[in-house]
């Protein structure tokens, strides 16, 4: 599914539950990348999938993210989570900048699943993605409703032999875990789409 057409499902889902209005305001006040951004995220990732540059040139993130002086979250991904009813928020620019070496935060994670695994605490990590905290090349796209403390979204340029170049890989915490959702960032938005939207709810708003 490319970009475009995921945002209008994503409206349509939005006013099916009563947000029409939330949805409006949101695109009255937003606005997409700068064509030096998308060329500076092209610079950093080569690969970046043209369906979630298509979203960017259309809302440059819903994270806390400051428009015309107001500060709005949104909801926009989901995951795996709670069947798809747990909801994420859309990473700008500027947050997927920041966070280009996020993989490197999961070295004690990694460090713990191979070589002092505990059975009890259950960490986990999917054979798919690479033993090599330090050489991962991934890029986070998405943070969840409990700001980033729970769970993150990332496209994964650098794949384990049993993996896929561009697979999603979904972090949870307690107990620690990262899984592949999905190969790929358009097979992840059919996968929500699928799944109804599920995570647009008028009671998170």
Sequence with gaps: MDGNTYIKLL??????????KNWNHLI?????????????LYDEYPNIPKALTEILEKIDGTYWREYKGEKVTYYFFGSDV??????????????????KDSAENFADLFYYFYEEPDEDYGLYI???????????????????????????????FTPSD???FGQIIRFL?????????????????????????KFISPDDF
Excluded at 84 to 98: A, C, N, R, T, V
Excluded at 174 to 193: H, Q, T
Aim: charge should be negative.
């Design 126 to 156: 999917d054979d798919r993605i690479l033993n090599d905290p330090a050489n991962l090349k991934w890029l986070c796209f998405s943070d969840c409703m409990n700001n980033g403390g729970t769970s993150s979204l990332y496209i994964d």
């Design 82 to 99: 709670s069947d798809g009813e747990y909801p994420y928020y859309l990473y700008s620019f500027k947050d997927i900048m920041q966070a």
């Design 11 to 20: 409206q349509e889902a939005y006013v099916r539950n009563g947000l029409e």
């Design 173 to 197: 915490h307690d107990p620690d875990e990262l899984k592949v959702i999905a190969d790929n960032f358009e097979e992840f938005l059919d996968m929500l789409v699928e799944n109804g939207l």
């Design 162 to 164: 049993k993996g896929k």
């Design 28 to 40: 009255d006040i937003s606005h997409g990348i700068s064509q030096k951004e998308k060329q500076d």
